[in-house]
């Protein structure tokens, strides 16, 4: 079974650029994340998908950060403009509600704001 | 109230010893509490989880407990290996699948 798919896996840029990640969850899984992984800090949720509907983005800054999930299957997380502060892996997720109801993670897109 | 409160921060322990890392929560609709390890440059796995119906849960080397009334929980890997270095975190979440994470436990075992 292939896992959470996510890129690029590193990504460095300047401050008020902008920038996007992409995951492909594993299939059949409705329910996708994205968490945002400062260093020495654990995951914390910017946004849950239910197929392509948002359950819950209340803490995804929605003045820079925004993302979609068109088609019920991959998922673009994009960032504009970007501060330093947002330096952190950003890590995809998506759930087995189906059966386990575990959560699998990608190995995280890696971002560096200079 | 969503808030996992996780500790110690870091922990270094001999091989062969027992590994402890505890969490604390407040909320008590939160009904599944998993333990993910992280490698460095990997994504977290999950490694052992618990639903607050039961007190304790084995897998190998990999122990959960739960204290429900004290709204606490633990992990304990018990015969410490230098590959069970990495970082480690509580989480909880509710029914709507919403995940709430610990700050993490960076644990490293000396050869």
């Known amino acids: 079974e292939a896992g959470v798919a996510q890129s690029p896996r590193y990504k460095i840029i300047e401050k008020r650029q902008s920038v996007a990640f992409w995951c492909n969850p594993i299939?059949?899984?409705?329910?996708l994340y994205w968490y945002q992984q400062i260093l020495g800090q654990g995951p914390k949720l910017l946004i849950q998908?239910?197929?392509?509907?948002?359950?819950?983005d209340s803490q995804l800054p929605k003045d820079r950060f925004s993302a979609e999930r068109l088609k019920g299957v991959d998922s673009t997380l994009k960032i504009q403009p970007a501060k330093l502060e947002d330096s952190a892996v950003y890590l995809c997720?998506?759930?087995?509600?189906?059966?386990?109801?575990?959560?699998?993670f990608g190995e995280g897109s890696r971002l560096t704001v200079l | 109230q969503q808030q996992v409160k996780q500790s110690p921060q870091s922990l270094i322990v001999q091989k062969g010893g027992i590994s402890i890392i505890n969490c604390a929560y407040e909320?008590?609709?939160?009904?599944?509490f998993p333990w993910y390890q992280q490698f460095p440059g990997k994504g977290p796995a999950l490694l052992i989880a618990?639903?607050?119906?039961?007190s304790e849960k084995k897998e190998g080397r990999f122990t959960i407990s739960f204290n429900k009334s004290a709204k606490q929980f633990s992990l304990h890997i018990m015969d410490s290996q230098p590959g069970d270095s990495a970082t480690y975190f509580c989480?909880?979440?509710?029914?709507?699948?919403?995940?709430?994470f610990g700050t993490g436990t960076r644990l490293k075992v000396l050869a």
């Open positions: 997720a998506s759930l087995d509600r189906a059966n386990t109801g575990e959560l699998f």
């Open positions: 299939s059949g899984h409705a329910t």
């Open positions: 998908f239910q197929n392509n509907g948002v359950v819950d």
């Open positions: 909320n008590t609709a939160f009904d599944y």
């Open positions: 618990i639903r607050p119906d039961v």
């Open positions: 989480a909880a979440s509710v029914r709507t699948y919403k995940y709430i």
